[in-house]
Antibody, heavy 123, light 107 residues
Framework: EVQLVESGGDFVEPGGSLRLSCATS????????MHWVRQAPGKGLEWVSG????????DYADSVRGRFTISRDNDENFLYLQMDSLRAEDTALYFC????????????????WGRGTMVSVSS | DIQMTQSPSSLSASVGHRVTITCRAS??????LAWYQQKPGKVPKLLIY???TLQSGVPSRFSGSGSGTDFTLTISNLQPEDVATYYC?????????FGGGTKVEIK
């Protein structure tokens, strides 16, 4: 079955750290770019970060650059998001999303989404 | 950075009617635009990519058009199951920005 399953979300105090994981299955993971997208409670979608299929390109939203680090393990078919210096405004449901472009240099639309993992930042 | 402006932010229409949602990019993005549907409590679902290509399995009452800076998602013959929030999304270059969303309800 083709699926993405996120984990690692938790309650954390401002300034803290979390590492999110996305377990993938049912497709050739290292053929595709992958992304993290977040959605604050009651709000819209916000792209957070993307990583190319061969890690040739890594990009971040301005709101997280310098605090978050995206990575992937193409042997174990996992996507990660290391989140440091967390702020209250990082509180959101974090989705892992698969890029639809295979072996593409840039990015394409997202054709597969996980159910998300919740991150809550509060003192 | 390129901004994506969706309108309206919400709408209400009768079953069977035609609904149009617009998305405007602050700069030319060619046809690097997708539309997603997110039903309440559910995960976003890809409807349209490359501005006008229907994703496999999506009903043909959904269609997309436009290029450059102005784009449209049309739902012809609105159905009760189409109640959702719809987002446009540009992916020509980072940052990959989403529009603010359009909430569609049944009148």
């Amino acid at each position: 079955e083709v699926q993405l399953v996120e984990s690692g979300g938790d309650f954390v105090e401002p300034g803290g750290s979390l590492r999110l994981s996305c377990a993938t299955s049912g497709f050739t993971f290292d053929d595709y770019a992958m992304h993290w997208v977040r959605q604050a409670p009651g709000k819209g979608l916000e792209w957070v970060s993307g990583i190319g299929w061969n890690v040739d390109n890594i990009d971040y939203a301005d709101s997280v650059r310098g605090r978050f680090t995206i990575s992937r393990d193409n042997d174990e078919n996992f996507l990660y998001l290391q989140m440091d210096s967390l702020r209250a405004e990082d509180t959101a449901l974090y989705f892992c999303a698969k890029d639809s472009g295979r072996y593409t240099y840039g990015y394409s639309a997202f054709d597969l989404w996980g159910r998300g993992t919740m991150v809550s930042v509060s003192s | 950075d390129i901004q994506m402006t969706q309108s309206p932010s919400s709408l209400s229409a009768s079953v069977g009617h035609r609904v149009t949602i617009t998305c405007r990019a602050s700069q030319d993005i060619a046809n690097y635009l997708a539309w997603y549907q997110q039903k309440p409590g559910k995960v976003p679902k890809l409807l349209i990519y490359d501005a006008s290509t229907l994703q496999s399995g999506v009903p043909s009452r959904f269609s997309g058009s436009g290029s450059g800076t102005d784009f449209t998602l049309t739902i012809s013959n609105l159905q009760p199951e189409d109640v959702a929030t719809y987002y446009c999304h540009k992916y020509n270059s980072a940052p990959l920005t989403f529009g603010g969303g359009t909430k569609v309800e049944i009148k």
